[in-house]
């Protein structure tokens, strides 16, 4: 079984940045297909980003384009989330998800491995 740890998270101005990681442990003899997923208050999770096993980045939900940048170092069994100019409408608890299973990996019940989550709080 796989765990992740994300950090990074923190209070930042409008335009600010933040870095988040997220490290994984525990099984990590394959490298799976990841994403960061954020959840608003009283709204759904919504997918912010992915990159496929390959390392290869995928998709990048409009709002956060041009914006975040998602990347791993497999050295490290990290992946992180740079975030430049955030807005207030970011803010919200950011997870990383790893080893999607069968369905459609937008969506937050396809992922298997969850973290904790990390709490990115953007002022006006």
């Known amino acids: 079984q796989e765990q992740l740890v994300e950090s990074g998270g923190g209070l930042v101005q409008a335009g600010g940045s933040l870095r988040l990681s997220c490290t994984a442990s525990?099984?990590?003899?394959?490298?799976?297909?990841m994403a960061w997923f954020r959840q608003a208050p009283g709204k759904e999770y919504d997918i912010v980003a992915h990159?496929?096993?390959?390392?290869?980045?995928?998709y990048y939900t409009d709002s956060v384009k041009g914006r975040f940048t998602i990347s791993r170092d497999s050295a490290k069994n990290t992946l992180y989330l740079q975030m430049n100019n955030l807005r207030p409408e970011d803010t919200a608890f950011y997870h990383c998800v790893a080893d999607p299973r069968d369905g459609s990996w937008l969506e937050a019940r396809t992922w298997y491995t969850w973290g904790q989550g990390t709490q990115v709080t953007v002022s006006s």
């Open positions: 525990g099984r990590t003899d394959r490298q799976y297909a």
């Open positions: 990159i496929d096993k390959d390392n290869i980045v995928t």
